[in-house]
């Protein structure tokens, strides 16, 4: 259905020292004075998409010397683009004018969007992903004479723009997926350097790590699993008769307090600085409430990632107009906290 990809999960290159431990070596990071702009300099970059990926990567990039054009079709994201100063064009035009394309629409409209940007790609060019999810299943089918590379900042959109805008900047994950010209790998670097990864750090990986892993995380912790976990801590408050406002504060709203501390401190360092209650309840309770059952639903997840499952599932649910998705959005905005939020809020 979208071709003949390998969806068995394999374990990254071992080093070529030959260490049967190497697993537990700590991934090399890589910083701008590691990095040569070289392979982007007199090159045309093409980003295809401007929403809130492909904006941002735009504007760093323009702002690091690359010579970008914006591929779109008419409509907001045009007018968008060009009210921030960037040449635009039709996609297949913006594709045709470039050495180097960039794929920064929603996965979900990868098949569509790069049937248009196929016929401009070719010998010397090269194609450049944000997410290794379309190329690990299949879902387009880059010509063989063209350079395919993952570039993958660890952050979202507006977060890598504002931070590189205060010359900083998020980390980032490189991977070459097919090297035509012998120089995919400068070349992936090279554009992650220009985005302010390498003020950060740039580590090199794998298509296939970088889309296992980046699902999982989704589907388990940042999105699937937190939210379910804040969502369960205010039913169980309001439940036991406490107000819906408190059970939103606790549970909900002061999420971002904590995450802040351990995106700045780490965990110890999170830990250092809340109340020695707080902490007691941490350290004891915690594991409680994500225990065994939920590491062993961890591990059903991670499968269904790594054989595949989870793909054909979405890929399906693209297929059949996202219909499911829809319900499924619908049914989770009329959740109680939604509302109490929504009051709060005004």
């Not at 991934?27 to 980003?47: F, N, Q």
């Not at 045709?96 to 401009?120: C, N, Q, T, Y």
């Not at 450049?128 to 387009?140: D, M, P, Q, R």
Request: charged share 25%; aromatic share 6%.
């Amino acid at each position: 259905m979208y071709g003949d990809a390998d969806w068995t999960s394999e374990p990254r290159p071992r080093p070529r020292d030959g260490s049967s431990f190497w697993y537990l070596a700590p991934m090399l990071m890589l910083h701008d004075a590691d990095i040569s702009s070289g392979p982007l300099v007199g090159k045309r970059v093409a980003v295809i998409g401007y929403g809130s990926q492909g904006r941002a990567q735009a504007l760093c990039l323009r702002d690091s010397g690359v010579d970008v054009r914006i591929g779109v079709r008419r409509g907001p994201s045009w007018e968008r683009a060009e009210s921030d100063g960037l040449p635009v064009a039709e996609i297949a035009d913006a594709a045709g004018e470039a050495h180097v394309v960039a794929l920064l629409v929603p996965d979900s409209a990868h098949r569509e969007v790069f049937s248009v940007v196929r016929p401009s790609l070719g010998l010397g060019k090269a194609l450049v992903f944000a997410h290794g999810f379309s190329l690990l299943y299949g879902v387009v089918q880059p010509p063989s004479d063209a350079d395919v590379v993952l570039v993958a900042p660890m952050g979202a959109g507006p977060t890598m723009r504002a931070l590189y805008e205060q010359g900083a900047g998020v980390a980032g994950l490189v991977a070459v997926h097919q090297d035509a010209t012998g120089s995919a790998r400068q070349l992936a670097l090279a554009y992650a350097k220009m985005l302010g990864c390498g003020r950060v750090g740039v580590m090199e990986s794998t298509v296939r790590e970088e889309a296992e892993t980046d699902l999982f995380g989704e589907q388990a912790v940042l999105c699937g699993g937190l939210t379910a976990l804040m969502l369960a801590g205010f039913d169980t408050l309001v439940e036991a008769g406490y107000p819906e406002e408190i059970a939103y504060f606790e549970c909900i709203h002061q999420v971002k307090l904590l995450a802040d501390l351990v995106h700045e401190h780490g965990i110890a360092g999170m830990r250092e600085r809340i109340s020695d209650t707080a902490l007691y309840g941490d350290l004891t309770r915690g594991p409680r409430v994500v225990g065994d059952a939920s590491r062993a639903a961890m591990r059903e997840l991670l499968d269904e990632i790594r054989s595949g499952a989870f793909a054909r599932e979405w890929l399906a649910e693209q297929e059949s107009g996202q219909t499911n998705l829809q319900r499924l959005r619908d049914q989770a905005a009329q959740h109680p906290a939604e509302k109490v939020s929504r009051r709060l809020r005004r």
